[in-house]
């Protein structure tokens, strides 16, 4: 008897451990697709969402990758693709991106960090894309809504 009290201490201790992942551990994975874009530079603010193009972003354990495309299968003098991808890190709500390969090659090789908050099926990310040889520095917000 006391050898079974024993060994249902022990699993059920094993099982609490097993479930103490970070809050966003588990909902930051997945596909996601941008719904709104909003960029800030100096004093201005702007809306970078363009509706005639899709742009989704996917995020697994170790790292993320986004794609954007015009909707209409390139048959136009607008026609855009771009796509890039890297390693991220995650502590709390700090995520932060590292662009290890991009379309623009100019863009590689830099990080940036985001807030990020996830409610329900929505991911708010806010945070600054500053790459100085570039002359970019600016703030950005996108929000996205997991893709099933």
């Not at 929505?122 to 997991?146: D, H, M």
């Amino acid at each position: 008897m006391k050898n079974t009290i024993y060994l249902l201490l022990t699993i059920l201790l094993f099982m609490a451990c097993e479930n103490k992942k970070e809050v966003y551990d588990i909902p930051l994975k997945g596909t996601w697709r941008l719904i709104s874009a909003e960029v800030t530079e100096k004093d201005s603010s702007y809306s970078t969402f363009d509706a005639s193009t899709k742009m989704i972003k996917i995020i697994n354990d170790t790292h993320f990758a986004f794609f954007n495309h015009d909707l209409k299968n390139g048959k136009d003098s607008t026609a855009i693709f771009f796509a890039g991808g890297g390693k991220y890190s995650l502590k709390d709500s700090i995520y932060t991106e590292h662009l290890e390969f991009f379309n623009n090659r100019e863009w590689e090789n830099n990080q940036f960090e985001f807030v990020i908050n996830i409610k329900n099926d929505t991911l708010i990310q806010k945070g600054i894309e500053k790459i100085e040889k570039l002359g970019i520095n600016r703030t950005i917000i996108e929000k996205y809504v997991r893709e099933n």
